[in-house]
Nanobody, 121 residues
Framework: QVQLVESGGGLVQPGESLRLSCAASGFTFSTASMSWYRQAPGKERELVAAITSTGGRTNYADSAKGRLTISRDDAKNTVYLQMNSLKPEDTAVYYC??????????????WGQGTQVTVSS
């Protein structure tokens, strides 16, 4: 069964750093594009960062550029989100998402359950 398990969230002060991890299983991780989304109370879920299956391309939300970095380790079936210079506005539940082509252009997507990040003094 497909599983995406986020970890690494917690409480940090503004300006500090945090690294989120998403451990994947149940599909061929190396063929999947991975991304991080976040959702704050009362706001829509938004894309934070994405990375292709090869790791050759990434893209970021404007609010994340220069502070947040997505990466992947196919040997560990894990995608990461390094979060630096955190701001209170980064407070949200962060979700991991996988997208892959399973068979003959049938595309699947799957969400993790999320991990809470709180940035506060």
């Amino acid at each position: 069964q497909v599983q995406l398990v986020e970890s690494g969230g917690g409480l940090v002060q503004p300006g500090e750093s945090l690294r989120l991890s998403c451990a994947a299983s149940g599909f061929t991780f190396s063929t999947a594009s991975m991304s991080w989304y976040r959702q704050a109370p009362g706001k829509e879920r938004e894309l934070v960062a994405a990375i292709t299956s090869t790791g050759g391309r990434t893209n970021y939300a404007d609010s994340a550029k220069g502070r947040l970095t997505i990466s992947r380790d196919d040997a560990k079936n894990t995608v990461y989100l390094q979060m630096n210079s955190l701001k209170p506005e980064d407070t949200a539940v962060y979700y991991c998402k996988a997208v892959w082509e399973a068979w003959r252009q049938r595309w699947y997507s799957y969400w993790g359950q999320g991990t809470q990040v709180t940035v506060s003094s």
